[in-house]
């Protein structure tokens, strides 16, 4: 996994942003960052909403399921992880809710 630096996603609604950014935020939990670390903006509550339920369902479905695990792996570059793996981020995260 390469070192992660920041990044800016600038698009219109409907080209994946959501998907981008969730994507990259559980790439990061991967790789060891505290979720309270991991700083993620957007421009109404309704779409951090949408973002923070998304990284909860894609762990969740990862935790359960090991073709989704084996694909969500390989899309955030940590073919080591399965599904207990990916329930361990969860747990994380879930931890984190109230600092977050």
Do not use: C, N
């Amino acid at each position: 996994m390469s070192a992660p630096r920041h990044e800016m996603i600038l698009a219109s609604a409907g080209a994946g942003k959501t998907y981008a950014l969730t994507r990259r935020f559980v790439r990061l939990l991967a790789a060891g960052a505290e979720p309270e670390r991991i700083v993620a903006l957007t421009f109404t509550r309704k779409a951090a909403g949408e973002f923070f339920d998304q990284i909860l369902q894609q762990l969740a479905t990862a935790a359960v399921d090991p073709a989704q695990a084996r694909k969500l792996a390989r899309e955030i570059d940590a073919p080591q992880l399965g599904p207990a793996g990916f329930l361990r981020l969860l747990r994380r995260m879930v931890e984190a809710m109230p600092r977050l």
